[in-house]
T-cell receptor, first 118, second 114 residues
Framework: AQKITQTQPGMFVQEKEAVTLDCTYD???????LFWYKQPSSGEMIFLIY??????QNATEGRYSLNFQKARKSANLVISASQRGDSAMYFC???????????????FGQGTRLTINP | SAVISQKPSRDICQRGTSLTIQCQVD?????MFWYRQQPGQSLTLIAT?????????ESGFVIDKFPISRPNLTFSTLTVSNMSPEDSSIYLC???????????FGPGTRLTVL
């Protein structure tokens, strides 16, 4: 069964430090996508970064980078130079293609609550 | 990315009643989805809203409880029927322009059932 695991329920980091949020996944499908979303206390889900299973290079978006290690089935999010505004819940998700309709679904991990201390 | 709005942003409802949540996108999108996030939990897909046909529901979700409409490529509604306190959650719609593309989420509807 397809599954996303985030083993860090909470993390506390000093401002300006880099932080790595762990994510491992399990799927037998050779084609999948990996996503990271940020959810502040307002509840909205903010898309951060995407990595396709066939992408050769790690994805980067500004201060966010995805450390994709396919053999280990891990897709860790790295935030460089953390800021107070980075404090939020972070969810790792995997997209799965269904055989009918070609539609995809997202399977989410349980999330990591990141707190940036001044 | 598409701009997505949801109405209402929050509501407090009595048990046994129904609430319809609207999701509006500022551009035509291929895929629309509805998710539920129970308090302190992660997101779970309820169904895929299909334009012009019945929605595709995930295991554990049924049409009688969560009827969905999608009359065109920019709009969808989710109804939470015969509500109970267990339905208290954030309900989010999301869109994707193609099956393998990123999904973008609306701001969510925070529902409390008394």
């Amino acid at each position: 069964a397809q599954k996303i695991t985030q083993t860090q329920p909470g993390m506390f980091v000093q401002e300006k430090e880099a932080v790595t949020l762990d994510c491992t996944y399990d799927t037998s499908d050779p084609s999948y996508g990996l996503f990271w979303y940020k959810q502040p206390s307002s509840g909205e889900m903010i898309f951060l970064i995407y990595q396709g299973s066939y992408d050769q290079q790690n994805a980067t978006e500004g201060r966010y980078s995805l450390n994709f290690q396919k053999a280990r089935k891990s897709a860790n999010l790295v935030i460089s130079a953390s800021q107070r505004g980075d404090s939020a819940m972070y969810f790792c998700a995997m997209s799965l293609r269904r055989s009918t309709q070609g539609a995809q679904k997202l399977v989410f991990g349980q999330g990591t609550r990141l707190t940036i201390n001044p | 990315s598409a701009v997505i709005s949801q109405k209402p942003s929050r509501d407090i409802c009595q048990r046994g009643t129904s609430l319809t949540i609207q999701c509006q996108v500022d551009s035509q999108v291929t895929m629309m989805f509805w998710y539920r996030q129970q308090p302190g939990q992660s997101l779970t897909l309820i169904a895929t809203a299909n334009q012009g046909s019945e929605a595709t529901y995930e295991s554990g979700f049924v049409i009688d409880k969560f009827p969905i409409s999608r009359p065109n490529l920019t709009f969808s509604t989710l109804t939470v029927s015969n509500m109970s306190p267990e339905d208290s959650s954030i309900y989010l719609c999301s869109v994707a322009e193609a099956p393998d593309n990123e999904q973008f989420f609306g701001p969510g509807t925070r529902l409390t059932v008394l």
